[in-house]
T-cell receptor, first 108, second 113 residues
Framework: EDQVTQSPEALRLQEGESSSLNCSYT??????LFWYRQDPGKGPEFLFT???AGEEKEKERLKATLTKKESFLHITAPKPEDSATYLC?????????FGAGTRLTVKP | DAGVTQSPTHLIKTRGQHVTLRCSPI?????VSWYQQVLGQGPQFIFQ???????GRGNFPDRFSARQFPNYSSELNVNALLLGDSALYLC????????????FGSGTRLTVV
């Protein structure tokens, strides 16, 4: 069965302390891997789509990478406004399968 | 430009009742998907529609149904509500199915009492 697993479940960082979030997946036919940011009570906000192993994308302090079995979201010198839940999802034949997310808290 | 709009934003229903949730996609987007998100979990796929036809269905009971209209807006209907249906219901739209990313609305918070 297709699965998406994110780790850690929660991460607390000091402002400026860089770290990485992990998303491991098992799908029969990957059509794309997505990263979203979700603030409490709101819908997910699209960040990146990755399609093939070796692909990397960057946006401000965030960088997403993809291998054949996992994806990483690297956060460089985070700020308190980066605090949110980060969701990973895979698109497999019309079914976007989400992980449970990593809840990131950045302390000033 | 307007994003994905969902209505209502909040809703309280009694167990056994019926509910209809509405979604308007981004202009030009032909695909609409519905997701259920329970607190502390990732969104769970319910339905996907493209060009008014159902393209995918998640593992939800037949109490859940949906449709897409000629203007690409969509409705999600849930019959015989259970306490466990309490969740944030999210609508997402995209240009086509897959590859181009999905834009989510802010959701409808449904509470069943």
């Amino acid at each position: 069965e297709d699965q998406v697993t994110q780790s850690p479940e929660a991460l607390r960082l000091q402002e400026g302390e860089s770290s990485s979030l992990n998303c491991s997946y098992t799908v029969s036919g990957l059509r794309g891997l997505f990263w979203y940011r979700q603030d409490p009570g709101k819908g997910p906000e699209f960040l990146f789509t990755l399609y093939s192993a070796g692909e990397e994308k960057e946006k401000e302090r965030l960088k997403a990478t993809l291998t054949k079995k996992e994806s990483f979201l690297h956060i460089t010198a985070p700020k308190p406004e980066d605090s949110a839940t980060y969701l990973c999802a895979v698109d497999n034949n019309n079914d976007m399968r989400f992980g449970a997310g990593t809840r990131l808290t950045v302390k000033p | 430009d307007a994003g994905v709009t969902q209505s209502p934003t909040h809703l309280i229903k009694t167990r056994g009742q019926h509910v209809t949730l509405r979604c308007s996609p981004i202009s030009g987007h032909k695909s609409v998907s519905w997701y259920q998100q329970v607190l502390g979990q990732g969104p769970q796929f319910i339905f996907q529609y493209y060009e008014k036809e159902e393209r995918g269905r998640g593992n939800f009971p037949d109490r859940f149904s949906a449709r897409q209209f000629p203007n690409y807006s969509s409705e999600l209907n849930v019959n015989a509500l259970l306490l466990g249906d309490s969740a944030l219901y999210l609508c997402a739209s995209s240009l086509e199915v897959g590859r181009y990313g999905y834009t989510f609305g802010s959701g409808t918070r449904l509470t069943v009492v």
